[in-house]
């Protein structure tokens, strides 16, 4: 396949010595409702996540001056619909080949419709697209075979890390090498234990293969001291159980008031970042 993956550890290669090469990124979307992250370097272009509707994602590309028919590869990350719901949909409409695992595309398969160019890899592995390379990292989220993804160019390292489950073992040495990231902040805990929620949803929520919360965030990036990255974007918020001040909040609590968040919408694109 195009790009053929390789079984390398996200984080074992080591840092290139060159940063000539801009990478740029967006988020489409995120939240329960929908995500799509779009990244760009040396002429590559990549879309994780197919959570919303072609036309949508056409229109969200469009606000950076970027179309969709461009991309070079859509890549899915598991299998819950608020990621792959529209995959089969950018594929038939835009063009773009898939990336995903077997197990992930078996779990989707009756609603993706027919695929006629599927490019598999399995968690763990890097996808090599020119100078880009996307290194991918098995979480404990409760999906068939969920991977979050480091997106590398020349020493430049972009981190892709919602749906996590919890701070699993390793998550933090990664996110001490990354140049910036777009970090799940999906729920303040004081809003989950006194919301709505039936009591096995807020369980689900806050357990081992669920999301992380404001507080599990910031304490990451506070741990991560000096090797933190140069900006996080707050990414997968909960509707019903956060608000982005909540969020912004408990990070600069953590690490200062001068620090660099952006915010990952669950309503519109973000900002156009550099990394």
């Known amino acids: 396949m195009n790009g053929a993956a390789r079984g390398v550890h ?3 290669h080591p840092l290139a010595s060159t940063y000539n090469r801009v990478m ?7 939240g329960s409702n929908g995500n799509a992250i779009y990244v760009e370097a040396d ?5 994780f996540d197919a959570g919303i509707s ?19 590869a859509l890549i899915i990350s598991h299998d819950h619909i608020d990621h792959v719901r529209s995959a089969g949909i950018y594929q038939r409409k835009f063009g773009l080949p898939i990336y ?8 989707t398969w009756c609603n993706l419709g027919k695929l006629s160019d599927v490019r598999h890899f399995q968690s763990g592995d890097s996808l090599s697209f020119g100078h880009v390379v996307v290194h991918t990292l098995r979480t404990p989220h409760d ?9 590398e160019c020349e020493g430049k390292r972009l981190g892709i890390f919602t749906d996590l489950g919890h701070p699993f073992h390793g998550l933090q040495n990664v996110l001490e090498q990354v140049d910036a ?3 799940e902040c999906n729920y303040d805990p004081e809003m989950l234990e006194t919301g709505s929620y039936p009591p096995v949803l807020k369980a689900r929520i806050r357990g081992d293969a669920g999301h992380i919360s404001n507080d599990e965030s910031a304490s990451l990036l506070r741990t991560c001291g000096r090797r933190r990255p140069k900006w996080i974007a707050v990414a997968h918020l909960s509707q019903e159980n956060n608000r982005p001040e909540l969020a912004f909040a408990a990070q600069h609590t953590a690490v200062g008031r001068d620090y660099p968040v952006y915010h990952a919408s669950r ?4 900002e156009f970042l550099s990394v």
């Open 54 to 72: 072609g036309a949508l994602a056409e229109r969200r590309m469009a606000v950076h001056g970027r179309n969709i028919r461009d991309v070079t």
């Open 267 to 270: 309503y519109e694109c973000s």
């Open 143 to 151: 999906a068939a075979d969920g991977v979050v993804f480091v997106v």
């Open 43 to 47: 002429g590559v272009r990549l879309l």
């Open 10 to 12: 996200p984080i074992r």
């Open 24 to 30: 740029r990124t967006f988020s489409l979307q995120s």
């Open 100 to 107: 995903i695992t077997r197990r992930t595309l078996t779990a």
């Open 181 to 183: 990231a777009f970090l």
